[in-house]
């Protein structure tokens, strides 16, 4: 591996949007005074931030709840850097709207870097909440503790958390040419890297491999972590890796419609169809997915 292998800088990857402050999640006073001037993001049954232009529409939970009030069924995400609380609700619980309902994807383009990582916070969660109202053990119904982060079942009384489910993403290459392929329910033209799912009992690195040679008979030489991002559809952590792989001629079954070989100069072209489509070529991913960040990683580092 290049480099020291202990970092010697910062790194800002390691902050997040907010401080989730997991000590005042136990803490209900503490939340209730926070309440009152906090910030709530609605998110409705579909996944929408109710939105105002280009950011959230985030009440205070004194504008939601008068007098004593308190987060009642909101989570509790976090503080920001003024110390303000921030919390998540279900849209349909609160009786105000907003001008405009603004799905993840489109928040990630178009909002600050701050808002969209609130958002996909609050959404992830929330959906877990919807989708996980028994216990999975018994089948008795949910209660939420640790505002909102934990969910006792009334029954066995066993402790549910917030899943997230890891999946790596792939830039392969062999050398000097990046493999990219596509399903046939993505719209035209758009082509991406491999990503899959990780199955119990394999490393990350195990999981590329088999991913790869599934989806398109390419087998795997090496690969090396370089990056991650949460990807909350609904509820996944996406992990980026280089690869290196033999340079087998790809083959494509179920799960794609059609993978290839694409030297620099092609991706290059496609990357440029971001600003000036010739309606013709493949296309890549668009900016806020790690799939780009990649694919634009493995360019720099063949000299594009």
Same mark, same amino acid.
Request: hydrophobic share 40%.
């Given at each position: 591996?290049?480099?020291?292998?202990?970092?010697?800088?910062?790194?800002?990857?390691?902050?997040?949007?907010?401080?989730?402050?997991?000590?005042?999640?136990?803490?209900?006073?503490?939340?209730?005074? !926070?309440?009152? &001037? =906090?910030?709530?993001?609605?998110?409705? /049954?579909?996944?929408? +931030? @109710?939105?105002?232009? #280009? $950011? %959230?529409?985030?009440?205070?939970?004194?504008?939601?709840?008068?007098?004593?009030?308190?987060?009642?069924?909101?989570?509790? !995400?976090?503080? &920001? =850097?003024?110390?303000?609380?921030?919390? /998540?609700?279900?849209? +349909? @619980?609160?009786?105000? #709207? $907003? %001008?405009?309902?603004?799905?993840?994807?489109?928040?990630?383009?178009?909002?600050?870097?701050?808002?969209?990582?609130?958002?996909?916070?609050?959404?992830?969660?929330?959906?877990?909440?919807?989708?996980?109202?028994?216990?999975?053990?018994?089948?008795?119904?949910?209660?939420?503790?640790?505002?909102?982060?934990?969910?006792?079942?009334?029954?066995?009384?066993?402790?549910?958390?917030?899943?997230?489910?890891?999946?790596?993403?792939?830039?392969?290459?062999?050398?000097?040419?990046?493999?990219?392929?596509?399903?046939?329910?993505?719209?035209?033209?758009?082509?991406?890297?491999?990503?899959?799912?990780?199955?119990?009992?394999?490393?990350?690195?195990?999981?590329?491999?088999?991913?790869?040679?599934?989806?398109?008979?390419?087998?795997?030489?090496?690969?090396?972590?370089?990056?991650?991002?949460?990807?909350?559809?609904?509820?996944?952590?996406?992990?980026?890796?280089?690869?290196?792989?033999?340079?087998?001629?790809?083959?494509?079954?179920?799960?794609?419609?059609?993978?290839?070989?694409?030297?620099?100069?092609?991706?290059?072209?496609?990357?440029?169809?971001?600003?000036?489509?010739?309606?013709?070529?493949?296309?890549?991913?668009?900016?806020?997915?790690?799939?780009?960040?990649?694919?634009?990683?493995?360019?720099?580092?063949?000299?594009?």
């Amino acid at each position: 591996m290049d480099g020291p292998l202990i970092p010697v800088a910062d790194d800002p990857a390691c902050t997040g949007a907010l401080d989730r402050a997991d000590a005042l999640r136990a803490d209900p006073e503490a939340l209730s005074r !926070l309440w009152q &001037d =906090g910030r709530v993001l609605l998110v409705d /049954a579909e996944g929408r +931030a @109710l939105s105002v232009g #280009d $950011a %959230p529409y985030a009440p205070r939970g004194g504008e939601l709840s008068r007098g004593p009030g308190g987060p009642g069924a909101a989570i509790f !995400l976090g503080l &920001d =850097g003024d110390g303000t609380a921030w919390f /998540a609700l279900d849209a +349909a @619980l609160v009786a105000v #709207d $907003a %001008p405009e309902r603004t799905d993840v994807r489109t928040a990630a383009a178009s909002w600050s870097a701050f808002h969209a990582g609130v958002f996909a916070q609050a959404r992830a969660l929330l959906h877990w909440r919807r989708s996980h109202r028994h216990c999975g053990i018994c089948g008795a119904t949910l209660g939420h503790e640790r505002a909102g982060w934990l969910g006792r079942c009334s029954g066995c009384k066993r402790e549910h958390y917030p899943r997230t489910d890891p999946a790596i993403i792939a830039a392969v290459t062999d050398g000097e040419r990046l493999l990219l392929g596509r399903p046939s329910s993505w719209v035209p033209r758009r082509y991406s890297l491999v990503a899959g799912f990780v199955e119990p009992g394999e490393t990350l690195e195990q999981t590329v491999a088999r991913e790869v040679l599934e989806e398109t008979r390419v087998r795997v030489r090496a690969c090396r972590y370089l990056g991650s991002q949460p990807w909350p559809f609904p509820g996944q952590l996406m992990l980026g890796f280089m690869a290196l792989a033999h340079p087998d001629e790809p083959q494509v079954f179920d799960e794609l419609e059609d993978a290839r070989w694409f030297g620099p100069a092609e991706v290059r072209r496609a990357l440029e169809r971001e600003h000036a489509d010739d309606g013709t070529g493949p296309t890549l991913p668009p900016r806020v997915s790690i799939a780009r960040w990649l694919i634009e990683h493995w360019l720099a580092a063949v000299g594009g």
